[in-house]
Structures are given as structure tokens and as C-alpha cells.
């Protein structure tokens, strides 16, 4: 059973264009990350959000965690080809441990110059 | 080294053959975790280490799958009679927290199976 769904699963706009990838979910969770892995790379941690409603950014990156706790959004402004790679999003359930964290499938972005 | 350690990067080997892949966390880093990485896939948990504790293995797709953690640091996936399916990116984490929080990847042993 996938319980983190991400999408879409693969994206490609131009440069300059802005860009939102979801990562929704049934269950709640005690908090979220966000990752992204470069081709060749492991996954690098781009931020946690942890209260329902939360909204964090990073730059151009906007991350909102959904009031019940239960989904997330990734909002990219002005997208650059840096911003290329593997998104994946991560739900972390009270109590800790390897169950406690699930990986979504990820949403590929393409940023083309 | 300052980050996660994984070796071989690369490793090609022959169908029914065994592999054994390293994995040295970040020093005092109580907590190491194992996951695969097909092509265009998320990340599938196999297993995961906290400190003395017992394994949490549930994830490990069958019996030919193993992983020991000596001295708890130093982690060792080992692969018996691979089989093509068993290919894949195999990733490395750790993390210092006792529950979820931050993980810190290695770059990943990339497994082909012939």
C-alpha cells in the first residue's frame, strides 16, 4: 500500500515558469520532509514541516503542510535548471523508527533552459 | 569522512553470485537505515539499525537479503545468489535521532545484475 502518493510523477516546464508538486496521504502524520536527489546523488533533506498549516520557504521554494496533517505542497517560483531533480516527499508517524517514515514515489522536474 | 560512506559505487555482477555492500555512517549516528532505489522509483525501506536494539528487518524482500551492523557503526548489506530483479541503486542513511529526523544519505552502491 503506497500511503504517500506524489504528483505528478514527472514534470518538465521552462525556465522562469512556476511550478506546485503535491504529496497527499490518508494518514496522518507527525511531520513531513522534503528531499531532492540529484542523478548519481543520495537524497539531500530540504526541510521538515511539522505543525498543520505550517508554510516554510527556502528561496524560491515555498513548503506547506496541510491542516489535518495529512498532505503537502511544494510550490517553486521562477524555476532554474538547478532546480533539476528527484522530489521526494517523506511522513514521519509518532513513535520513531523505520516504520515510522515513508517515502513517496517522487516527482521527477525537468527544468529546461 | 564527514558524510555517509558507501562502497562499491558501482558493482556488476553475474547472476547467482553474492555481494556484499558497505555502508560507514556518520560518526555517533545511532541510527542506520537500508533502502533500495529502482529506476525511476521511490525509495523501499529494507531494513534499519538503532543502536544495540534488535533490527527492524521487515522490510528485507526475501531471505537472500542480510544486513549486520558491527560495533554500531560499520553496516554491511550482503546480496546471496542475486538475482536481475536485485538490481538497483542500494542507499545508505543515518541519522541522530532516535525518532524520525533528519536523514543523511550516501551517494548509493548501484547494483546491475547480468
Known amino acids: 500500500t503506497q500511503l504517500l502518493e506524489q504528483s505528478p510523477q514527472f514534470l518538465s516546464i521552462q525556465e522562469g515558469e512556476n511550478l506546485t508538486v503535491y504529496c497527499n496521504s490518508s494518514s496522518v502524520f507527525s511531520s513531513l520532509q522534503w528531499y531532492r536527489q540529484e542523478p548519481g546523488e543520495g537524497p539531500v533533506l530540504l526541510v521538515t514541516?511539522?505543525?498543520?498549516?505550517e508554510v516554510k520557504k527556502l528561496k524560491r521554494l515555498t513548503f506547506q503542510f496541510g491542516d489535518a496533517r495529512k498532505d503537502s505542497s511544494l510550490h517553486i517560483t521562477a524555476a532554474q535548471p538547478g532546480d533539476t531533480g528527484l522530489y521526494l516527499c517523506a511522513g514521519a508517524r509518532s513513535g520513531g523508527g523505520a516504520d515510522g517514515l515513508t517515502f513517496g514515489k517522487g516527482t521527477h522536474l525537468i527544468i529546461q533552459p | 569522512g564527514a558524510g555517509v560512506s558507501q562502497s562499491p559505487s558501482n558493482k556488476v555482477t553475474e547472476k547467482g553470485k553474492d555481494v556484499e555492500l558497505r555502508c560507514d555512517p556518520i560518526?555517533?549516528?545511532?541510527?542506520l537505515y537500508w533502502y533500495r532505489q529502482s529506476l525511476g522509483q521511490g525509495l523501499e525501506f529494507l531494513i534499519y539499525f538503532q543502536g544495540n536494539s534488535a533490527p527492524d528487518k521487515s522490510g528485507l524482500p526475501s531471505d537472500r537479503f542480510s544486513a549486520e551492523r558491527t560495533g554500531g557503526s560499520v553496516s554491511t548489506l550482503t546480496i546471496q545468489r542475486t538475482q536481475q530483479e536485485d538490481s538497483a541503486v542500494y542507499l545508505c542513511?543515518?541519522?541522530?535521532?532516535?525518532?524520525?529526523?533528519?536523514?543523511?544519505f550516501g551517494e548509493g552502491s548501484r547494483l546491475t545484475v547480468l
Open positions: 514541516v511539522v505543525t498543520g498549516g
Open positions: 542513511a543515518s541519522s541522530e535521532a532516535r525518532n524520525t529526523g533528519e536523514l543523511f
Open positions: 560518526s555517533g549516528h545511532t541510527a
